[in-house]
């Protein structure tokens, strides 16, 4: 048997061929079919079901539902309707209320009775009224009913409980070089 040329075993340099074949690795087709596969390997090998992502590319789906035919919290609302909301949503109401009775004493109680007393505070059912003198606390301690009765018709029903009458603001004779200990005070009212 004659050849063109050296066998390979002859040729120095060159590799000795083996007679088993290396296991050759698959190719990558294009058609998805395995890149599917291994999303749900993965989805499947990680908690939620849900396939791993980088944090950095991750971003959380805000899901916003849709305005529609209704109107909803995000539409433009009158300004009635939020001042409503706000201060129902903070407990303003019966504050609101009281100062408005504050503000509109005079018609709550009369030109004449409004002259001589003026709301001071309202805490727990208790609205305490100044007067300007010992005669106009007497007359709104028995006027004190009447009041009451008006004021829980504009508050709701025992929001006032109790009318406190305070008398005028007096001067005090309590120090001096004139004061005495054990004396009764001044007994003139003032008014």
């Known amino acids: ?28 087709h294009a058609d998805g079919l395995d890149l599917a596969r291994a999303a749900a390997r993965a989805a499947a090998a990680t908690p ?24 909803d919290d995000r539409d433009p609302q009158l300004l009635e309707q939020a001042m409503g909301r706000l201060i129902a949503n903070h407990g303003w109401e019966l504050d609101l209320k009281v100062q408005g009775v504050f503000g509109r004493w005079t018609d709550l109680v009369g030109d004449e009775v409004a002259d001589h007393c003026t ?58 070089r004139l004061s005495s200990r054990d004396g009764r005070g001044p007994r003139d009212t003032y008014g």
């Not at 040729?11 to 296991?23: A, C, F, K, Y």
């Not at 849900?50 to 529609?68: D, I, L, V």
């Not at 028995?142 to 409980?161: M, Q, Y």
């Open 1 to 28: 048997m004659t050849s063109d040329g050296p066998s390979p075993e002859e040729t120095p340099g060159t590799p000795e061929i083996s007679e088993t074949p290396e296991p050759v690795a698959e190719e990558h």
């Open 48 to 71: 939620g079901g849900r396939s791993p992502r980088k944090s950095s590319t991750f971003r959380r789906r805000t899901f916003t539902k849709s305005s529609g035919a209704r109107p």
């Open 119 to 176: 709301p001071e505070s309202f805490d727990d059912g208790r609205l305490v009224v100044r007067t300007d003198s010992t005669a106009w606390a007497t007359q709104l301690k028995l006027l004190a009913p009447a009041v009451v009765r008006r004021l829980n018709t504009e508050l709701g029903h025992g929001t006032v409980t109790v009318i406190e009458v305070l008398g005028p603001h007096l001067p005090s004779w309590t120090k001096g």
